[in-house]
């Protein structure tokens, strides 16, 4: 079980994922999915958890973020 907290959390990460990939042009997340060679039904799991709160692993994230051709830092900014 995901703590409240975390769950909060996991539900920044993820939006701030999705305003991001969208931002870079990839207006779907199979395509960005594709680009970055993450399987698609991961990726969405992983967008999807901006809603949910389901955790995903730091694995994964650190691939989308390079992706995103950014870095960690730039990445978690504006997440509190």
Do not use: C, W
């Not at 039904?41 to 950014?70: H, K, P, Q, W």
Request: proline content about 1%; charged content about 25%.
């Amino acid at each position: 079980v995901v703590p409240d907290v975390d769950r909060d959390y996991i539900k920044k990460i993820a939006a701030k994922v999705k305003e991001l990939r969208i931002k870079a042009g990839y207006s779907s997340y199979e395509s960005f999915a594709l680009h970055t060679g993450i399987n698609r039904n991961s990726y969405f799991r992983m967008e999807r958890s901006a809603s949910s709160g389901d955790n995903f692993t730091v694995a994964l994230l650190l691939r989308v973020i390079r992706g995103l051709n950014t870095t960690t830092s730039e990445f978690f900014q504006q997440i509190n």
